[in-house]
């Protein structure tokens, strides 16, 4: 009897272990990738020329927030320049979710370079949403091997803009 409880005991145990640890790591997962930094539930803030996503709201504030909660990011006066290089091309703002953008200000998606494959403002495998009263100006310049560039790529969703200042 009492083998059967310690058993009982360890598997229990280790069962709230996994489920503890499949949780955390979804919770980390990246959702977003903004200029190169991977936003997640546990750090969803990015300011201008950060490398890295912040847990806590900058005390200066921020220029991008990814609402997990809401499917939703915040770009307020974004300056995106850095690109993302995944197996689809390179990015500067790469989603796995649903995703509805919030313009906020004056944003920008600006590269000029040699980028190998193909150049994305905005790569979405989802729906993508653009709202807000800000403004987007998507400019790039790619002069690769193989060459192209893509201000908002969807691979599988609708793209929606509406009510937005301006998307250029």
Same mark, same amino acid.
């Given at each position: 009897?009492?083998?059967?409880?310690?058993?009982?005991?360890?598997?229990?145990?280790?069962?709230?272990?996994?489920?503890?640890?499949?949780?955390?790591?979804?919770?980390?997962?990246?959702?977003?990738?903004?200029?190169?930094?991977? *936003?997640?539930?546990?750090?969803?803030?990015?300011?201008? /020329?950060?490398?890295?996503? *912040?847990? !806590?709201?900058?005390?200066?504030?921020?220029?991008?927030?990814?609402?997990? !909660?809401?499917?939703?990011?915040?770009?307020?006066?974004?300056?995106?320049?850095?690109?993302?290089?995944? /197996?689809?091309?390179?990015?500067?703002?790469?989603?796995?979710?649903?995703?509805?953008?919030?313009?906020? /200000?004056?944003?920008?998606?600006?590269?000029?370079?040699?980028?190998?494959?193909? *150049?994305?403002?905005?790569? @979405?495998?989802?729906?993508?949403? *653009?709202?807000?009263? @800000?403004?987007?100006?998507?400019?790039?310049?790619?002069?690769?091997?193989?060459?192209?560039?893509?201000?908002?790529?969807?691979?599988? @969703?609708?793209?929606?803009?509406?009510?937005? /200042?301006?998307?250029?």
């Amino acid at each position: 009897m009492k083998r059967s409880i310690i058993r009982i005991w360890v598997c229990s145990t280790m069962i709230i272990f996994l489920c503890m640890t499949a949780t955390m790591a979804l919770a980390d997962d990246p959702i977003v990738i903004i200029n190169k930094v991977e *936003l997640t539930a546990l750090a969803p803030y990015w300011v201008n /020329g950060g490398t890295t996503a *912040l847990s !806590a709201e900058p005390v200066g504030g921020y220029n991008a927030y990814l609402d997990v !909660a809401n499917s939703s990011l915040i770009l307020k006066n974004a300056d995106i320049d850095t690109f993302n290089s995944s /197996g689809k091309g390179d990015c500067a703002i790469e989603t796995y979710i649903d995703l509805t953008i919030f313009l906020a /200000g004056t944003n920008t998606i600006a590269y000029t370079g040699t980028g190998y494959d193909k *150049l994305y403002g905005i790569y @979405g495998f989802r729906d993508i949403s *653009l709202e807000g009263t @800000g403004s987007l100006d998507i400019q790039f310049s790619n002069t690769g091997p193989k060459g192209g560039s893509f201000g908002i790529f969807n691979t599988m @969703g609708s793209l929606t803009i509406a009510d937005c /200042g301006a998307v250029d």
